[in-house]
């Protein structure tokens, strides 16, 4: 299992940028598949962006082009840098890892704690 910890949230004024960070503690962690999500108030969780563990990326509809991740495997880390925000930005951001078991085939789930990011004047 792995024990992931957010931090690089706070609060940032509409077109600036963060860059969160998804530190990992654990063993192999290369060949976890990582991504970032958020939760605003009264709505529901949804993914922001993924990357594989061979570093392909997706993103959602609402950051595409604004949003970049990556991840630094020797550092066992996963970024988000988060450019041109916007005040619907603002939730709790957390990072996921995600590993496919073999027997049986089915995935596991990893969270950290989240990390606010606020967007406001």
């Known amino acids: 299992q792995l024990q992931l910890v957010e931090s690089g949230g706070g609060l940032v004024q509409p077109g600036g940028s963060l860059r969160l960070s998804c530190a990992a503690s654990?063993?192999?962690?290369?060949?976890?598949?990582m991504g970032w999500y958020r939760q605003a108030p009264g709505k529901e969780r949804e993914v922001v962006a993924r990357?594989?563990?061979?570093?392909?990326?997706d993103y959602a509809e609402f950051d595409k082009g604004r949003f970049g991740i990556s991840r630094d495997n020797a550092k066992n880390t996963v970024y988000l840098q988060m450019n041109s925000l916007k005040p619907e930005d603002t939730a709790v951001y957390y990072c996921?890892?995600?590993?496919?078991?073999?027997?049986?085939?089915?995935?596991?789930?990893?969270w950290g704690q989240g990390t606010q990011v606020t967007v406001s004047s």
């Open positions: 990357i594989t563990n061979v570093g392909s990326t």
């Open positions: 654990g063993s192999r962690f290369s060949i976890y598949d």
């Open positions: 996921n890892a995600r590993i496919l078991n073999i027997t049986p085939l089915t995935w596991s789930d990893y």
